[in-house]
């Protein structure tokens, strides 16, 4: 039967107007090929050309006639082709179609009633989309034509009926890394791509500036989850808002950004974080990634279950060809004893032997790479068609030079057609039986007399380790499209956890993706937990994501009754920035109840955004500023250990007297130091100013940087990783202090204990001197007096208010009123209720529940895709570590000039050398 379409270098949209009008079946097709893809987002089509197809018929349309097309274009030449389809009115970046099976022509006539004219784009051999992995079909299919040699009786027919040509259907399985042994020749060819476009699906309404994904919901509302929730639409906020006029160093430039040390300053002992163990070693081992996170049953096989895999056959039902039944039976028998023997073979041997039987082409493919990679032969397929696979080394012979005194080498010659006295003998034939789908090993050659070793760059490896990791911890990029049934399974296994995911929304609506934004975690057991332990504080912190793709680990992070970490509520956000932080506390806000009047505490690093943010959400919060970071600044200034010293000692100070000794001895040592800290408001750093609302007295931030340390293993992976990482790491903690806790007695915890026992060593030095009421006056030695209301837990030395245990005064007053009769009890009895031992167990009664793997999360309704954020890469190796103030050590030698003043010999001027000077010489 003759075809009706027509093809056309040009286009004439008049001539067939009427024609399309009255025919609705008949569509007109241009077809881009020649070119390639550039990559997401943006994508565009460049360097190929169009042809126009004319009269296309839907009703008998196929890939084969799309082939047919091609072969009239000119493509004479067989080659592997991926077609794909634009879906009217969308762009490239997600509006590309497979057209590669019967279910992707059945996708395509879909449109056909809404349009007659379709784009289709043309790749040539390798393709770099993964339309043909979101293709409704089971597999994916290459279209490739057969030579025109293997079978010449269908050449001839097309000839003659106008048939197309038979095609040869070749699966393939790039939808799967996991599937496909490791080639690294593959490596060195093919660059890696991590550009994938996403699949079209129907527009799911406007949105606004960021979703509400994922609000807080108890069980009984999972099932009736609807993920479209409308967020409130913001701008973003100044990313470099610094302290008041205090010149802070931005969280690039911090000490403290990543893991700094405190060990500069003394911390007393009631401040000493004691954190467990969490051992996080076996978090990496006992994972496999590439299979956890996605649907990957098909994965290479490990080496001694190679056999299994290539689906070898039961030899007694093969069928015979021949009529005479004694020699099927005798040759039967003897393919029964050549595969018994055998089977007896080392399972780590990934080889072949004669009559070995294969259920598909694909298995013999795999082990024929698996065995070049095992023998490090250079193994390449030199027939491969519907009946026979064969495959040959191309290693070549080492020769010795007769200098050496030994002649050219005796080349062993191989069976078969083309055989080359200088190549490697090593040969496998495959071919396929004629009434079964069955392959069989015809002859195999294992004699390798090659060079048995493989040239390979440092980029080559590189490339290699990359696939592998990638096979491991799984994709990047792929791991935000699973973030929606990661928080439904946290919701389901935590009822009341707190999940948000907010997305930016593209400009396009009909668009079928989003981009990440933001993600909150905040598990329901974390809240009861913090809100157990009775304390009114909380570090934030944030810490550099260092995979990929940008983005800040936000902390919230409280002190439990032990003194140890606490950690509370985490977010991945794009940036420290205003918004981003007043996002992060509006969520914390509500999960702990706090309104714009309570009086919470909080203790940061001043990083970028935050002292805003904090100001407007909890405007009557305490805000303390970390001592180190404000140290850090004052170097950039004022070095010396003295200088140092002084700032402790101004921010230690527990009253106003003793502070404002302190800084006028400042003042002393220099005028300029004294007004730049001034500036600094005392409130937010000075113990003299600080309320004892939060019962500690803490002046850095370090329990917020020991939780960040143990996380830094787990900030360098895949999003999904990195948040299994931080919940695990979490879970085991809350195990583990639960294992202290249970070695535990007395009536406080084991920290509170030791600061108390100091304590009471220091009372003994005291005498107490009653005044008749509830007052006493407590004199020690070095003129040390101090006034106690016992009624009202008040010390003029004001420890007992700032951290909640009876100071040194307290403590000999209790003493003294116990020895007088009065039924006041021990000194435990004054401690305040944070530091209990049965708080500290309420704390950790609430556990956080196991979640399954990721195949049997719960599936989000929402159909459209999460994107990654835009990243640019810069060049050259990723930066893991922090970025070091100008007055550390870096190699334990030499201290760096970085951050000096140089001072002229030729002016005596500051800021530049002899050489760049432009003043006069001295006389």
Not at 15 to 38: C, M, N, S, W
Not at 669 to 689: E, F, N, T
Not at 808 to 813: D, G, I, L, T
């Amino acid at each position: 039967m003759g075809t009706l379409w027509e093809v056309r270098s040009y286009d004439d949209r008049e001539e067939f107007k009427d024609v399309y009008d009255a025919y609705p079946a008949l569509v007109k097709l241009q077809i881009h090929h020649g070119g390639r893809f550039t990559k997401f987002p943006g994508r565009q089509y460049v360097k190929g050309k169009t042809h126009y197809v004319e009269l296309v018929d839907t009703d008998t349309f196929s890939v084969h006639e799309l082939e047919d097309m091609m072969h009239e274009v000119g493509y004479k030449t067989p080659r592997p082709t991926y077609y794909h389809f634009l879906v009217p009115g969308k762009d490239l970046d997600c509006g590309l179609h497979a057209l590669g099976s019967d279910q992707d022509i059945r996708e395509f006539l879909k449109f056909v009633p809404k349009c007659n004219v379709f784009d289709i784009y043309i790749e040539h051999w390798v393709s770099k989309l993964n339309t043909y992995d979101l293709s409704p079909g089971v597999s994916n299919v290459v279209i490739e034509q057969l030579p025109d040699e293997v079978q010449p009786e269908l050449v001839k027919k097309k000839k003659v009926s106008k048939r197309p040509k038979p095609l040869l259907l070749e699966w393939s399985v790039d939808d799967d890394v996991g599937k496909q042994p490791l080639d690294v020749d593959d490596v060195g060819k093919q660059p890696l791509d991590i550009d994938k476009p996403v699949s079209s699906v129907d527009d799911v309404g406007k949105q606004p500036m960021y979703t509400n994904e994922f609000p807080g919901i108890d069980k009984s509302m999972l099932d009736n989850f609807n993920p479209f929730e409308d967020g409130e639409a913001d701008g973003e906020g100044d990313g470099n808002v610094d302290g008041e006029g205090d010149g802070n160093v931005d969280g690039e430039g911090d000490a403290g950004s990543d893991g700094g040390s405190d060990s500069d300053f003394e911390v007393e002992l009631h401040n000493t974080v004691d954190e467990v163990d969490v051992d996080m070693a076996t978090f990496f081992e006992n994972t496999d990634y590439e299979a956890e996170w996605f649907d990957k049953s098909n994965k290479p096989t490990e080496a001694g279950n190679v056999a299994g895999d290539v689906d070898a056959v039961d030899m007694d039902n093969i069928d015979s060809n021949t009529d005479d039944e004694d020699l099927e039976a005798e040759r039967k028998a003897l393919l029964r004893k050549l595969r018994k023997s055998k089977a007896a073979v080392d399972e780590d041997n990934l080889s072949f032997y004669v009559g070995q039987v294969f259920g598909s082409k694909e298995g013999i493919k795999r082990l024929i790479d698996l065995h070049g990679i095992q023998t490090r032969g250079q193994l390449h397929v030199i027939r491969n068609d519907t009946t026979r696979i064969r495959a040959v080394c191309r290693g070549s012979i080492p020769e010795m030079n007769k200098e050496h005194g030994v002649g050219s080498s005796t080349s062993v010659g191989s069976k078969g057609k083309g055989s080359d006295s200088g190549s490697c003998p090593w040969l496998l034939h495959v071919s396929k039986g004629k009434h079964d789908a069955t392959w069989m090993v015809k002859t195999f050659e294992d004699t390798h007399k090659c060079l048995q070793s493989m040239k390979m760059s440092h980029m080559k490896a590189f490339r290699a380790k990359t696939m592998a990791l990638d096979q491991i911890r799984g994709s990047y990029a792929e791991q935000y499209n699973h973030l929606r049934d990661y928080a439904l399974e946290l919701q389901r296994t935590n009822p009341g956890t707190t999940v948000k995911l907010d997305v930016e929304v593209s400009t396009d609506l009909s668009s079928d993706s989003r981009k990440f934004k933001r993600l909150y975690i905040c598990f329901e057991a974390l809240k009861k937990g913090f809100k157990a332990g009775k304390r009114d504080f909380l570090g934030l912190d944030g810490a550099f994501m260092k995979g990929p793709y940008p983005g800040q680990i936000l902390t919230a992070v409280g002190i439990d009754s032990n003194n140890g970490t606490y950690p509370l509520a985490w977010a991945i956000v794009e940036a420290e920035t205003i918004n981003a932080w007043t996002w992060f506390l509006e969520l914390l806000g509500d999960d702990l109840d706090l309104t714009t009047r309570s009086n919470f505490t909080f203790i940061s690093d001043r990083q970028k955004g935050i002292i805003p943010a904090i100001a407007k959400v909890f405007p009557s919060a305490e805000h303390r500023f970390c001592i180190r970071h404000i140290q850090e600044n004052m170097k950039l200034t004022w070095r010396g250990k003295e200088f140092q010293v002084q700032l402790w000692k101004c921010a230690a100070a527990a009253t106003v007297p003793e502070f404002q000794e302190a800084m006028n001895e400042l003042k002393s040592m220099s005028v300029q130091c004294h007004d730049w800290l001034k500036q600094i408001p005392p409130h937010h750093w000075s113990r003299a100013h600080f309320t004892g609302r939060s019962h500690t007295d803490c002046l850095l931030n370090n329990f917020c940087e020991v939780f960040n340390k143990q996380l830094t293993e787990g900030r360098d992976k895949p999003i999904l990783t990195a948040l299994e990482y931080i919940r695990q790491y979490v879970m085991k903690r809350i195990g583990n202090v639960n294992k202290a806790i249970q070695k535990a007695d007395g009536p406080l915890t084991p920290t509170a204990t030791k600061v108390l026992n100091s304590i009471k060593e220091e009372a003994m030095k005291y005498d107490v001197i009653w005044n008749g009421d509830s007052s006493y006056q407590v004199n020690g030695p070095w003129r040390d007096k101090a006034k106690v209301d016992i009624n009202q837990k008040y010390c003029s030395c004001r420890g007992w208010e700032l951290i909640g245990i009876p100071c040194k005064h307290a403590v000999a007053v209790i003493w003294n009123m116990a020895s007088n009769g009065a039924d006041v009890g021990i000194p435990e009895v004054w401690v305040d209720e944070v530091y209990w031992l049965d708080t500290w167990k309420k704390m950790y009664s609430f556990c956080l529940e196991p979640i399954n793997g990721p195949k049997m999360w719960p599936k989000s309704a929402c159909p459209t895709k999460i994107l990654p954020p835009t990243h640019h890469k810069p060049v050259g190796r990723p930066k893991k570590k922090r970025v070091k103030s100008v007055t550390e050590i870096t190699d334990g030698k030499r201290l760096k000039r970085s951050g000096k003043t140089v001072r002229c010999v030729k002016c005596g001027q500051q800021g530049h050398n002899k050489r760049t000077c432009k003043g006069q010489a001295p006389n």
